[in-house]
């Protein structure tokens, strides 16, 4: 498209916003929703990204792009409307774009950074001097994340106070040694590089396959 064209020209994120607008003003399904009603459908659109990254078409990820992006909008839409605290999409875009310029003084400040490693440092100080009120490196952390995701980030924040989990002993003989058994997992792979989570998905989907193929007989 050339400069002249009316395409090149339009403001497609802001025809989104005033999309959103228009459905939560009309929509009487979408007028009775508020931020808890919204977590199923955002959680299911941010899995599903993850298929379309990992496994899917290019077209799949611009669409799951979409539908996350439909998510952020839509609860900037509510809390717009919110009359003790209102913020809409442009002051989450203002601070969010705040946040990015503090977190990479490499890029818009005097700082250097030529490894990925002095980035983190960077990245790590500037997010510190942000979260000065928490008492512990588990502070922002959450819980719902999924479970082999969430040790491998916890392991990683325990290792920042030189806490190291008791290794496995032997087979599993109940649940909690069960437990023990799948975080002695999770530390080989964050030793290995590997990412379990991951790596479990994607057994799955070949288990998916299997099971397909066995209704196909």
């Known amino acids: 498209m050339t400069d002249q064209d009316p395409e090149a020209r339009r403001d497609h994120l802001r025809e989104a916003v005033e999309t959103m607008r228009a459905v939560r003003d009309r929509c009487v399904w979408t007028q009775q929703i508020d931020h808890a009603d919204l977590v199923p459908y955002l959680q299911e659109e941010a899995a ?13 990820l611009k669409e799951e792009l979409g539908d996350l992006l ?18 809409d999409i442009d002051d989450v875009a203002a601070a969010l774009a ?4 503090r977190r990479h003084p490499h890029v818009f400040g005097d700082a250097v950074a030529t490894t990925p490693e002095e980035v983190l440092v960077h990245w790590n100080a500037a997010k510190a001097a942000e979260k000065r009120a928490r008492t512990s490196v588990l502070d922002g952390v959450s ?4 479970s082999l995701a969430l040790a491998q980030k916890m392991l990683g924040k325990a290792r ?3 806490v190291t989990p008791s290794p496995a002993a032997g087979a599993p003989a109940d649940e909690a040694g069960l437990g023990d058994a799948l975080l002695a997992l999770v530390v080989r792979a964050r030793e290995e590089g590997w990412d379990a989570e991951r790596a479990l998905r994607q ?3 070949a288990l998916a396959e299997e099971v397909r193929q066995a209704e196909a007989l």
């Open 48 to 60: 599903e990204l993850v298929d379309a990254v990992e496994a899917g078409t290019r077209a799949d």
């Open 70 to 87: 439909w998510q952020v909008l839509f609860h900037a839409e509510i809390a717009s409307r919110d009359e003790a605290d209102p913020f």
């Open 98 to 101: 705040e946040k990015m310029v």
């Open 143 to 146: 819980m719902h994340m999924p």
């Open 160 to 162: 920042q106070v030189q």
């Open 203 to 205: 057994r799955l989907r």
